[in-house]
């Protein structure tokens, strides 16, 4: 179980999870300078008679709509859009901007004549505030900006509104990139500390159930070494080969509960791992569970589900049934009902003992007692299933497991 890190950097690399977020706006800004070239091109079709050498015009328009074609995919992907690329677009649009107050009449640039690029020059800001946030975006727009002053027309007013806008639509969209990319890191790193928390959970539950599993060899092993002991005189062999055992088990479970709590990597468990794409029978599964005081009730046909979600279920039955053992009291009796319907499976655990009263489970939880909401709930919520309780004093205690078969398929 690892945790990794990896959150969008706004300067270059997209994380995989930021990618679905920045990928629709990559589109939006290369359909955009796709859309603002054939204006720019219409423009000048229109007016290109009136300039002083329109076939400087016509030159630089062919190099702008060459490039910009051979430039649709890198606009329209974060990796493909480099900074030489937009180093190159934002030259691009600097040399329109500068041969447009060399090759267009005085008059109509003094009576605020557009430039040869037009709002072709805004996609360049855009790609630059998407890449890496407002900063870029700022200091392309200033050079565009310098550029229309310096180069075309002076700083009059339509210049001068024209770069307010362009500056502020670039730093708005860069800034709101460096919230999409905060937020996308932020809710990355939340998932994999769910991914993780869920994980030891998983792991929890089973030291849980190993322990549970060592306590009762105790007492079973206990029992006959005890009455060993109060046969003979002298020891043997097989106590010490119990004793050796119940040595290796409780081991085994210590350092794992040990690493639990301090946050290291779990030791491997052995457990055998059933074959995930073999469908078992829950049937099977629970039928170690029935003796003289446990009924169990299933259908005459094998119920099968995946066998993790088998095994799974099986467990949280098994967490039910050592709880009615622990705590219903000896003459208690308990029934295995399992329901194998087309949309779930559903294993009813019911018994007649004293039951307990309302908010008792929330108590055991707060007291770090466990065995209710990770051994049981736990495993159905990884399943995807339900796990209901129902308990009043006197009345005993029924738990209800569904699974879902869609969910586990």
Known sequence: MTDGGGAGAVGGTVAAGGMSVELPLWRAISYFRVLAL???????????????????????LGALTLWTLATVRAFANPQRCTWYVLGVDLMLAVTGIVMSGLTDAPARISHGAPTLPTIWAAGTVLGCAAKGGWRPAAAAGSVIGVANILGHGGPTGDNIHNIVLLMVAGCAIGYVIELARASEATLTRALQVEAATRERERLSRDIHDGVLQVLALVQRRGAELGAGTAGSTGGGTGGGASFAELGRLAGEQERALRTLMTGGPIPAQRLPEPDAAEPRDLTALLRPYADERITLSAPGTPVLLPAPAAGELAAAVGAAVDNVRRHAGEEAGAWILVEDEPEAVTVSIRDDGPGFAPGRLGEAERAGRLGVSQSIRGRLLDLGGTAELYSAPGEGVEVELRVPRKANQ
Do not use: C, K, M, Q
């Open 38 to 60: 054939i204006y720019a091109l219409l423009r000048y079709v229109n007016s290109y008679l009136h300039f002083l050498h329109p076939v400087a015009g016509w030159i630089f």
